[in-house]
């Protein structure tokens, strides 16, 4: 009885682990595939996770790039602003050399200037123009005029005081006539008959005109004139009028040459021009009947 009892003990015991083995199978079977399935997504997902795990430093580093842009960006802004103040300072320094050196042309410029009345007059007319500026002189011009296909002197001595003009004109022959024209009138003085006849002035001119307005030196040196050595200056007016002037060896102004366009020819006249004149000559002599036209 302990015999059979013992051997269906181990038979229960044999089939429970049979039971046990062929269910324990099927379950690590199926349990094998799950694990491989499983695993399997596991794989699957791991590059997901990697996709995901490459797409998430994208957006990290989104944001490391903007900064670091962000960063390059200020840095390159910087070193631009660097060379922009260089280039700022370039041209203050530039706009400085530049305006110094207009203010070193108007210095020059204003130097020329003031220089400028002693290259227009030469050394030798220099005190008989000073004496013409200064409105009171005499000019005595001393010229040949043709008349009746002769030639003959003509003198005219003009004084000058402003406005006021006394003339001398001697004429061939000793002939002589005398003006004085002030106050808008022309007086004619007969000194044979004590006459002064007053007239409207009507602007005749009886002075031969030398130059008009402003003139400057073109040229000076020495010429032989008539068989006398000169010193002469050369001048243009300012309507482009060339003349020059002679000076004797004691510097006194004596011959004028010029193109005469009305005879087509090149005259020289003689000029003197002084500055001692008498006020007595502007008024008219004590004596004289006066003539009102």
Request: aromatic share 8%; glycine share 6%.
């Amino acid at each position: 009885m302990k015999k059979y009892a013992i051997f269906a003990i181990a038979v229960v015991l044999t089939a429970a682990m049979l039971t046990s083995c062929l269910t324990k199978l099927p379950l690590n079977e199926s349990s094998a595939p799950e694990s491989e399935t499983s695993a399997k997504p596991a794989e699957s997902s791991a590059p997901e996770s990697e996709a995901e795990e490459s797409s998430a430093p994208v957006p990290e580093s989104a944001p490391q790039s903007e900064e670091e842009s962000a960063d390059e960006s200020s840095a390159e802004e910087d070193p631009s602003e660097e060379p922009g103040e260089s280039s700022e300072e370039v041209s203050d320094e530039e706009s400085v050399d530049i305006s110094e050196e207009p203010s070193e042309a108007s210095v020059e410029e204003s130097s020329e200037e003031s220089s400028e009345p002693a290259e227009k007059t030469g050394e030798l007319t220099a005190p008989y123009l000073n004496t013409i500026n200064s409105g009171k002189y005499r000019i005595r011009i001393s010229e040949t005029r043709t008349v009746g296909g002769e030639a003959l002197p003509y003198t005219v001595t003009a004084y000058h005081k402003n406005k006021a003009i006394y003339y001398e004109i001697e004429e061939s022959y000793g002939s002589k006539v005398t003006y004085l024209r002030k106050g808008g009138k022309l007086i004619t003085l007969d000194e044979f008959l004590k006459t002064a006849l007053v007239s409207d002035d009507d602007g005749e001119v009886f002075e031969k005109k030398l130059w008009t307005g402003d003139i400057r030196l073109t040229g000076s040196g020495t010429e032989q004139l008539f068989d006398t050595d000169y010193s002469y200056e050369k001048y243009v007016d300012s309507k482009g009028f060339e003349f020059t002037l002679f000076f004797n060896q004691n510097g006194e102004l004596e011959r004028y040459r010029s193109y005469d366009s009305s005879v087509k020819d090149t005259i020289v006249i003689s000029v003197s021009i002084s500055s001692d004149i008498s006020d007595g000559v502007f008024d008219i002599p004590s004596g004289y009947t006066v003539i009102e036209e």
